[in-house]
Structures are given as structure tokens and as C-alpha cells.
């Protein structure tokens, strides 16, 4: 069964800083890879997703993620985060290929500072 | 598209009585999942259906918890009876496949005092 490790679980930026989360996974084959955003008090939404292809995935807001099979890994970044993008993000992994259970990672609480 | 719809937003209830979730999925998406979010556990699949059939129900806590999704366009979570731990933000998702990712509801919270 595959697994998501997100190791930072609470960071704090001010405004304008540059953001990089980490996300690995465990699994042996070929994966789906997703982020996820869940605003205060809000459900998650679907920030981007990487099924195949360029490595380097954008998604809306001025995310994006880069997939490194070498690594395991699907790190999130933005060169330049705002007070709007205070939220939680959560990795998410599946098997590729008919459907598997989707894993969610523990998730990381972004503050971010005016 | 109206998006997943999920209802009561909030529920408050005494230890000991029943409380009914209810889920209207996204029209067309043949999959649809019931998740649990707290604190300590963060996000937890408690079941999911593909084409109104449970498929796996592998993470329901215990008999208390059970779900139903008679149409394609309504499902419900029940617990019964209900106990303090089971207060968390219960969300139904639904998608076609899984290769798009998921389209969550905005969540129950569900409080048991």
C-alpha cells in the first residue's frame, strides 16, 4: 500500500517569501500525484495534479509542483506567497491505472504573515 | 454545476442519539467517498461507492457507523448511537475516477456532546 509523508506541519512566511513544501510518497509502480488547499473553515480544492509528463506541474494560483521519481517526491512551491494563501495543504497519492484508493498526507498549516 | 452538495453544514447532538449525513455527489461522477477529518487523524477514508455499490468500507471506526447511497444522486452517512470521539468535519467527495482528483463538499461538523 502506498504512503505520503508531508514533513512540515506548520510553517510560518511573511508576505513575499518563497514557499517549497515537502511531500514524499512510497509506493513501488507508477503514481497520480495531488495537492490539495482547504482554506479556514473551507473544504479542500484541488490545487493541481500530476498524472504523467512534464515533471514540473502548475496549478492555479501561482503553484506548482515538481515530480522527482528519483526521489519519491512532489514538493509544492510559490516564488511569492501572499496572506490569502494561509491555509492547509495536503499531498495526495494514488496508484495510476483504474481506480485506487487515494492516500492524503497529514497535511501542513501555512501561515503566512503581512 | 452546483458542486457537492452536503447537508446539515453543522450538527450538534447528545451522546446517544442518531445523526444522519446526507451527500448529493456532482451529477455523473461514478465514484463517491465519505471522509472524516480531525485533529489528531487528520483525513480518514471511512468508505467509498462506485456506481452506488460500496466498494470498501475497510475504514468505518464500528457497527455504530453505516452508509447508504440508494441513487446516484444522494448518499447518507448515519451513526448510531453517536459518542463524543465521533466529533469531527465529516466530507463527501465525489469524482469520476480518480485521475482527476476529487470534488469535495463543504462538510459537516459534527459536534457530540
Known amino acids: 500500500a502506498q504512503s505520503v509523508s508531508q514533513h512540515n506541519h506548520h510553517v510560518i512566511l511573511s508576505e513575499a517569501a518563497s514557499l517549497e513544501l515537502g511531500c514524499n510518497y512510497s509506493?513501488?509502480?507508477?503514481?497520480?500525484l495531488f495537492w490539495y488547499v482547504q482554506y479556514p473553515g473551507q473544504h479542500l480544492q484541488l490545487l493541481l495534479k500530476y498524472f504523467s509528463g512534464d515533471p514540473l506541474v502548475k496549478g492555479i494560483k501561482g503553484f506548482e509542483a515538481e515530480f522527482i521519481k528519483s526521489k519519491f517526491s512532489f514538493n509544492l512551491r510559490k516564488p511569492s506567497v501572499q496572506w490569502s494563501d494561509t491555509a492547509e495543504y495536503f499531498c495526495?497519492?494514488?496508484?495510476?491505472?483504474?481506480?485506487?484508493?487515494?492516500?492524503f498526507g497529514i497535511g501542513t498549516k501555512l501561515q503566512v504573515i503581512p | 454545476d452546483a458542486g457537492v452538495i452536503q447537508s446539515p453544514r453543522h450538527e450538534v447532538t447528545e451522546m446517544g442519539q442518531e445523526v444522519t449525513l446526507r451527500c448529493k455527489p456532482i451529477?455523473?461522477?461514478?465514484?463517491l467517498f465519505w471522509y472524516r477529518q480531525t485533529m489528531m487523524r487528520g483525513l480518514e477514508l471511512l468508505i467509498y461507492?462506485?456506481?452506488?455499490?460500496?466498494?470498501?468500507d475497510s475504514g468505518m471506526p464500528e457497527d455504530r457507523f453505516s452508509a447508504k447511497m440508494p441513487n446516484a444522486s444522494f448518499s447518507t452517512l448515519k451513526i448510531q448511537p453517536s459518542e463524543p470521539r465521533d466529533s469531527a468535519v465529516y466530507f463527501c467527495?465525489?469524482?469520476?475516477?480518480?485521475?482527476?482528483?476529487?470534488?469535495f463538499g463543504s462538510g459537516t461538523r459534527l459536534t457530540v456532546v
Open positions: 461507492f462506485n456506481n452506488n455499490v460500496p466498494i470498501d
Open positions: 509506493y513501488g509502480g507508477t503514481v497520480n
Open positions: 495526495a497519492v494514488t496508484p495510476a491505472g483504474g481506480y485506487q484508493k487515494v492516500t
Open positions: 467527495a465525489s469524482s469520476v475516477g480518480t485521475r482527476y482528483g476529487y470534488t
Open positions: 451529477s455523473g461522477h461514478d465514484y
